[in-house]
């Protein structure tokens, strides 16, 4: 269960699959210093938390996102 006891926001969203583009919402789940923050600290369940990790790294990886922040 989340930290905030409401289940995953995604979820309740009705969000199927994280698209990479989506740099706004990727920023919500990454920490100031880039890493991707663990699923029982952002509340999401294993389907969307590996999901966003795909996306995370496809964004990372095309420079839409940073690798590490300074």
């Known amino acids: 269960m989340a930290v905030n006891g409401k ?3 995604l979820c309740q969203e009705k969000i199927k699959e994280v698209d ?10 990454i920490n100031p210093y880039g890493k991707i923050i ?3 600290r952002t509340g999401t369940c ?3 938390q590996r999901s966003l990790a795909r996306a995370i790294k496809r964004a990372r ?3 839409l ?3 590490v922040e300074r």
């Open 7 to 9: 289940g995953c926001k």
């Open 20 to 29: 990479y583009k989506d740099v706004n919402l990727l920023k919500k789940f």
């Open 38 to 40: 663990y699923r029982k």
């Open 46 to 48: 294993a389907r969307h």
């Open 61 to 63: 990886h095309l420079a």
């Open 65 to 67: 996102l940073p690798f």
